[in-house]
């Protein structure tokens, strides 16, 4: 079966940090633009961070600039986003998606044109 599976998520203080970790299977991420896209609650899913697997080009939202890593491992077929300094405004389900062929991670963040999704992982940022 072709999924991708988000785990890492939970309940942190404003502050805090999360590791997210979106595993592939049934398929290789090799050769993918893969991303992190956020839903708060009541608002649309927005891209987050992306990366292209061949190069480690990336994107980053604003919002997130210097606080959030986009990361991936090649060998393990994983893609990770390392949230520092988290606050309330990052709160939602976070989901992660992939696309295979060169795709920029830009394009990819913004477009949000994935090939397949995970099911989310719920992040909660709240004192």
């Known amino acids: 079966q072709l999924q991708l599976v988000e785990s890492g998520g939970g309940l942190v203080q404003p502050g805090g940090s999360l590791r997210l970790s979106c595993a592939a299977s049934?398929?290789?991420?090799?050769?993918?633009?893969v991303g992190w896209f956020r839903q708060a609650p009541g608002k649309a899913r927005r891209g987050v961070s992306c990366?292209?697997?061949?190069?480690?080009?990336?994107y980053y939202a604003d919002s997130v600039k210097g606080r959030f890593t986009i990361s991936r491992d090649n060998a393990k077929n994983m893609v990770y986003l390392q949230m520092n300094s988290l606050k309330p405004e990052d709160t939602g389900v976070y989901y992660c998606a992939s696309i295979q062929g060169y795709y920029g991670p830009t394009w990819f963040c913004k477009s949000q044109e994935g090939d397949y999704w995970g099911q989310g992982t719920q992040v909660t940022v709240s004192s």
């Open positions: 049934g398929f290789t991420l090799d050769d993918h633009a």
């Open positions: 990366i292209h697997s061949s190069d480690g080009s990336t």
